[in-house]
């Protein structure tokens, strides 16, 4: 394995740590298969509409997800391929149950 700089690490250190919230990670679930507004994710999860915007924001501040107007409305999904991908990966692998 290649040598690893010390800011990816804390890069990944800060991404898991996002990532160990469950509703944060119910979110970047949620969004592996579709796009979202803050409304439908809120109802999704069956959590208030601030709780989830707050939620989003601190996503989208670390740059695992993005937004884009359509509208009146914002729409967020994952950011890029490489978290989708990680997720994807961890979830299939039979590591969780």
Do not use: C
């Amino acid at each position: 394995m290649e040598s690893i700089n010390i800011n990816s690490i804390k890069n990944l250190a800060t991404t898991l740590n996002l990532l160990g919230d469950i509703v944060r990670l119910e979110i970047v679930i949620y969004l592996l298969t579709q796009e979202s507004s803050v409304n439908q994710l809120a109802s999704h999860l069956n959590i208030s509409q601030p709780l989830a915007s707050h939620h989003l924001r601190l996503l989208k501040d670390a740059r695992i997800v993005e937004a884009s107007r359509y509208g009146k409305q914002i729409f967020y999904r994952l950011k890029d391929d490489k978290i989708k991908s990680f997720l994807e990966q961890t979830l299939n692998s039979g590591v969780i149950k």
